[in-house]
C-alpha cells in the first residue's frame, strides 16, 4: 500500500515566510459608504443593479454559456450601434484602450490623420495616431464649440488624410459635433475613414454607424451605456474591416489587433483569459438598454437634461457650452465671478463627490448627475438638492446665491470643474 501523504505537517512546515500577515485587514463591509455607490468617474454614473449583479458572477471563459453571451452581446450591440454588418469586438481595458485598439488597426506609420480637437479625448486621439508614427493634423476648434464641417472639408481637401478622427461628444468641454453625420459624407466623399469616440454619448443620443457611414465606433462600458469600467467595445465597419484584413504591415500590439481578436469574438476560441465578469456585465447593460428600445432611451436622457439645464439656470448659474454645442449627457456651468476653482477643487477632493484629473491645459475635475436619468423624477431631486449653490458658496466664501445650501444630501451627482471656469453635469 502506498504511504500516506500528512498535510497538515506540509501546512505547518511553511517557516519561509518572512513577511508576517497584516495585523489589521478591514473587510470591504467596514469600507464601503452607506449610501448607494456611484461611478465616479469623469461622470458619474449609476450602475443598475442587474448590472452589478452580472459583475458579480463568474462563468467558464470559453464554452458553450460564454459562446451564447457573446452572440447576444453582439446582437444586442448591433442595435446600440445601428449597424447591421458591423464587425463587434470586445475590449479588455477602459474607453481609452477601445481609442487605441480603433487607431492601432486603422492608422499605418506614415499614413495621415487628421483630428478634429475639442477637448482633451479628442486630443488623446491624436495622439494615439502620432505614436503610431501617423502624421497627425490637428484641427483645432474653439472653445465651446461644435466642429463647422466646412471647416472639415477644407482640411480634407488640403490635407487628404488616411483617417479622420473626433469626439461625438467632448465630456471635457461638454461640447457636442452636432454635424457628426455631415463630416462623416464629406470624409467618405474623400476617401477618408473616420473614427467616432462615442464613449459619453452611445445610447444617449442618436449614432447610426451604418446610415452615416462611420467607420469605427467607440465606446466605454461606465458612460452611456451604464455598465461598469474594464470592458469596452469598438465597432469596425465593413470597409475598416478589409481594410485591417488586407493590411500588409503587422499592427503593433499583439493585444489590440482586431484579426487576432476574432479568435474570441468569431471563433468562440482563446485568445487571451476573457473579462467574464465584465462581459456578463455588459450584457446586463445591453439588454437594458434594449428593453428599453433606444428611442425611449434619447427621449428621456433628453428630457432630464433639459430639465437640468433650466434648473441650472434658475439657479442664476449660466451654463458653459452654446445651446447649438451644448452636449445633454454632460452639462457645463459656467463658474461665476468670485468663485475660487482652486478652493472649490480642494473641497471637491475632500468630500467624495468627484474625481479629479488633468486636462490638456486645466485642471479637470469631474463627475456628474446621469444618475437623474434612472427616472425623471430624479432629475427635480438632483435639482432641489441644489449641490451647485452648496458647493459655489463654499468657495466662494460669499452669499451671492439665494437661499441656503443644503449641505446635507446623502450624496452630491456633480461635477466636473476646470479652471476655464466650468463646472459640468451629466446626464
Ligand atoms: C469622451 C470620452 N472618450 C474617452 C474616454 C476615455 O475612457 P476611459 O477613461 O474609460 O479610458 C472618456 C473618459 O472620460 C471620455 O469621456
Known amino acids: 500500500m502506498g504511504k500516506m501523504l500528512n498535510l497538515s505537517n506540509i501546512a505547518c512546515r511553511s517557516l519561509s515566510v518572512a513577511v508576517p500577515i497584516p495585523e489589521?485587514?478591514?473587510?470591504?463591509?467596514?469600507?464601503?459608504?452607506d449610501e448607494p455607490?456611484?461611478?465616479?468617474?469623469?461622470?458619474?454614473?449609476?450602475?443598475?443593479?442587474r448590472v452589478a449583479q452580472a459583475n458579480s458572477m463568474v462563468i467558464n471563459p470559453l464554452g458553450e454559456t460564454m459562446a451564447q453571451v457573446i452572440d447576444q452581446v453582439k446582437v444586442m450591440s448591433r442595435y446600440v450601434f445601428q449597424s447591421d454588418t458591423a464587425r463587434i469586438l470586445g475590449v479588455t481595458g477602459s474607453g481609452s484602450v477601445a481609442m487605441e485598439m480603433a487607431i492601432a488597426n486603422l492608422v499605418s506609420p506614415g499614413s495621415s490623420v487628421l483630428s478634429i480637437v475639442n477637448g482633451f479625448s479628442s486630443d488623446r486621439l491624436a495622439e494615439m495616431a502620432e505614436r503610431l508614427g501617423a502624421r497627425v493634423i490637428r484641427m483645432l476648434v474653439q472653445d465651446g464649440r461644435t466642429a463647422d464641417p466646412e471647416e472639415v472639408r477644407k482640411h480634407l481637401e488640403r490635407h487628404r488624410p488616411k483617417v479622420l478622427t473626433l469626439v461625438q461628444g467632448e465630456t471635457s468641454s461638454t461640447v457636442l459635433n452636432r454635424y457628426l453625420k455631415e463630416m462623416a459624407q464629406i470624409a467618405r466623399e474623400h476617401e477618408c475613414m473616420v473614427v467616432v469616440d462615442a464613449v459619453c454619448t452611445l445610447s444617449t443620443m442618436p449614432l447610426n454607424m451604418e446610415e452615416w457611414g462611420i467607420d469605427a465606433v467607440i465606446t466605454a462600458g461606465q458612460k452611456?451605456?451604464?455598465?461598469?469600467?474594464?470592458?469596452?467595445?469598438?465597432?469596425?465597419?465593413?470597409?475598416?474591416?478589409?481594410?485591417?484584413?488586407?493590411?500588409?504591415?503587422?499592427?503593433?500590439?499583439?493585444?489590440?489587433?482586431?484579426?487576432?481578436?476574432?479568435?474570441?469574438?468569431?471563433?468562440k476560441s482563446y485568445r487571451y483569459t476573457a473579462p467574464v465578469s465584465g462581459i456578463l456585465a455588459l450584457h446586463e447593460a445591453l439588454r437594458l438598454i434594449c428593453?428599453?428600445?433606444?428611442?425611449?432611451?434619447?427621449?428621456r436622457h433628453q428630457c432630464c437634461s433639459h430639465a437640468l439645464q433650466a434648473g441650472i439656470g434658475n439657479m442664476g448659474l449660466s451654463l458653459f457650452a452654446g445651446p447649438r454645442a451644448r452636449l445633454d449627457s454632460v452639462v457645463g456651468i459656467s463658474l461665476p465671478t468670485g468663485v475660487e476653482s482652486s478652493r472649490l477643487l480642494t473641497h471637491m477632493a475632500q468630500t467624495?463627490?468627484?474625481?479629479?484629473?488633468?486636462?490638456?491645459?486645466?485642471?479637470?475635475?469631474s463627475g456628474s448627475a446621469r444618475w437623474v436619468n434612472r427616472a425623471v423624477h430624479t432629475t427635480y431631486?438632483?435639482?432641489?438638492?441644489?449641490w451647485a449653490p452648496a458647493c459655489l458658496h463654499w468657495a466662494s466664501g460669499s452669499t451671492f446665491l439665494r437661499g441656503s445650501p443644503r449641505w446635507k444630501a446623502p450624496w452630491v451627482p456633480v461635477f466636473l470643474m476646470t479652471r476655464r471656469r466650468m463646472l459640468c453635469l451629466a446626464c
Open 24 to 33: 489589521r485587514i478591514v473587510p470591504l463591509d467596514t469600507i464601503l459608504p
Open 37 to 49: 455607490l456611484l461611478l465616479m468617474g469623469a461622470g458619474p454614473v449609476p450602475v443598475p443593479a
Open 224 to 267: 452611456g451605456l451604464a455598465s461598469i469600467p474594464g470592458v469596452s467595445l469598438v465597432a469596425f465597419s465593413r470597409l475598416a474591416r478589409d481594410f485591417i484584413r488586407n493590411r500588409s504591415d503587422r499592427i503593433p500590439h499583439w493585444c489590440l489587433d482586431a484579426n487576432l481578436a476574432d479568435c474570441f469574438w468569431r471563433r
Open 291 to 299: 428593453n428599453e428600445t433606444l428611442d425611449k432611451r434619447f427621449h
Open 352 to 365: 467624495p463627490i468627484g474625481s479629479k484629473y488633468r486636462g490638456p491645459s486645466d485642471w479637470i475635475l
Open 381 to 386: 431631486f438632483a435639482l432641489s438638492m441644489r
